[in-house]
């Protein structure tokens, strides 16, 4: 299964060749701080994050490691990268070409996105300090055909997905060709585990319900059998009570083509059989 570190690292990996781009995914890198700062547990974030910011003759500081904290007593260090916004000036998601507003996406994910894979389906989500910043993200998503839903958490705002089809829609979007790939193998992979399942839950009440069906008949017939009525019955009924007990466990099917005639006149016998022992019940 595909870890969803990789599918951030492809995302990481993907130079914007146009300096629009490369702006525009900066930008997103620092959406979720609101500032010209992004913190990051993510070595290839950071260094996309410099990079970018080279690229465009941006000031950017080094990454420098912080201690944060984790769960219980254990410290998680970030990284800490100050670029200069307003060396990257204004940008407007309404003004944005496509290619833009996909770098954009792209960044936001890398900055204060997180994206969970497991067997049993994926999440993505935006961890946002502002709630105006995670309604603006929520509607650019929507945009971009992209279903999402807002939460708080701890005094941030989440912007989160659990639909497969919107998660697969934007990491499409994005260019993470690999999340893609994985998430619909899993998807056809539990669509065949589910319709398998389906069958051999019907094979397996089929199954039962033969079981109980033949017990019935087995006991009819030794009852017509003590009762000598067995004797005075027509031939097919006798021929098809000698089948059954010779073939317990066989299904209609079987004792048809054991007795040359078709599945419903075996089970017109057989039905004729239990309701000869109910007749003769006072």
């Known amino acids: 299964m595909l870890l969803a570190g990789e599918v951030k690292g492809e995302l990481a990996r993907i130079q914007p060749a146009r300096a629009c ?50 769960r219980g007593t254990r410290t998680r260090h970030h990284l800490d990268v100050r670029v200069d916004r307003a060396g990257l000036g204004a ?48 509607d650019l998503l929507a945009e971009m055909g992209v279903g999402s839903a807002l939460s708080e958490r701890r005094g941030h ?30 998807r056809v992979g539990r669509d065949v585990q589910s319709r398998l399942n389906r069958l051999l839950n019907a094979e397996e009440a089929n199954l039962g319900r033969t079981v109980r069906a033949a017990d019935r008949q087995l006991v009819a017939i030794d009852r017509l059998e003590r009762e000598g009525t067995l004797a005075r019955l027509t031939s097919p009924l006798q021929e098809t009570a000698a089948m059954r007990r010779r073939m317990p466990d066989a299904d209609l099917d079987t004792l048809g083509s054991a007795l040359g005639v078709s599945r419903s006149a075996v089970n017109h016998r057989l039905r004729k059989l239990v309701d000869l022992t109910r007749e003769e019940d006072p």
């Open 21 to 70: 781009c490369r702006r525009a995914e900066l930008i997103g890198l620092l959406h979720g701080s609101g500032a010209g700062r992004l913190r990051t547990l993510d070595h290839a974030t950071a260094r996309t994050a410099v990079h970018l910011a080279t690229s465009l003759d941006v000031d950017v500081d080094a990454p420098r490691a912080i201690a944060g904290r984790g």
């Open 91 to 138: 940008w407007r998601w309404r003004q944005a070409p496509a290619c833009d507003r996909r770098s954009f996406l792209r960044g936001a994910l890398l900055g204060s996105g997180s994206i969970s894979l497991t067997s049993s389906g994926a999440h993505v989500e935006f961890v946002l300090r502002a709630a105006d910043a995670a309604a603006a993200l929520r």
């Open 157 to 186: 705002h989440v912007v989160y997905l659990k639909g497969q089809d919107d998660i697969v829609a934007l990491l499409g979007l994005m260019g993470a060709n690999r999340g893609v790939l994985e998430l619909e193998t899993q």
